[in-house]
């Protein structure tokens, strides 16, 4: 038995040689390698998990003013929450408690939009402190080029584009281009990743004629397409339908993906 095993060995190395040629060449290992996760300050002191009871109370405080606003969340992170957590577990439920109140006809529309102006504005006014953990960029920072579409709102745009930052990426904001305005951004420099929003119906016609052009226009002919957006989440079909990459539901889970999606070539 120890006999035929021995005679098969030059079989089996003839066998492998393939494989091993593979795992010597270093860019082909690149398009299977594992990206690192982004990691994000974490401040733990024990401080509760943020809920129902802490949306509504800054849902009341958007409500009322900027001031009032930056002051409950200051008021969260120094019980011992991280921004990337407020962020996250805060502002972006927060947000959609005060649509569902809009729906159920518990907050009229104007009081929506001064909340909201409000809860955005205070994100501006934090965006130092926010940016005070982000990662540096390690070689050639990655680029997101993030189109802002017609909308009421523009909250998730935004955090998503602190996330993106957060993890060390240089992002341009498009708002609302037309489909020659975008070719002519998509050709003056390289961006690694289009990330569009969509919240609407109304806004899937003008998106169906511009996506199609992105990779012909890019200067980067492998540039990935990210959706997101309310409208995306409740139809994920859109991403094969308007030949997008990839979608993501929340800002940090946007960064992971493009990340990941990169490596994968």
């Not at 402190?129 to 579409?149: C, D, I, K, N, S």
């Not at 992002?171 to 569009?196: I, N």
Request: hydrophobic residues 45%; contains cysteine.
């Amino acid at each position: 038995m120890l006999d035929a095993a021995v005679k098969r060995i030059p079989r089996f190395l003839k066998e492998i040689a393939p494989i091993q040629r593979l795992i010597r060449v270093p860019s082909r290992l690149r398009l299977v390698a594992q990206p690192q996760p982004t990691e994000y300050p974490v401040r733990v002191r024990g401080a509760a998990e943020l809920g129902t009871a802490q949306w509504s109370e800054l849902a009341q405080a958007a409500s009322r003013s900027q001031e009032e606003t930056l002051t409950l969340l200051r008021a969260w992170y120094s019980q011992g929450r991280s921004w990337p957590d407020i962020y996250l577990c805060g502002i972006g439920p927060t947000a959609q408690l005060m649509g569902s109140w809009w729906r159920a006809d518990r907050m009229d529309f104007a009081s929506m939009s001064i909340a909201m102006t409000h809860l955005q504005g205070a994100m501006y006014a934090l965006s130092p402190e926010f940016m005070a953990g982000a990662r540096p960029a390690r070689g050639v920072p990655r680029r997101l080029l993030l189109v802002q579409t017609v909308s009421q709102h523009t909250l998730g745009s935004l955090m998503v584009a602190e996330f993106f930052r957060l993890a060390g990426w240089r992002v341009q904001v498009a708002q609302d281009p037309g489909a020659q305005e975008l070719a002519t951004v998509l050709q003056s420099d390289w961006f690694d990743v289009l990330g569009v929003g969509i919240s609407m119906d109304q806004q899937l016609a003008e998106i169906q004629a511009i996506l199609p052009r992105v990779r012909q226009a890019s200067a980067n002919p492998g540039i990935k397409i990210m959706l997101g957006g309310p409208l995306v989440q409740q139809r994920p079909d859109l991403v094969r339908a308007l030949g997008a990459d990839f979608s993501a539901d929340a800002a940090d889970e946007a960064v992971q993906l493009a990340e990941r999606w990169l490596v994968m070539g």
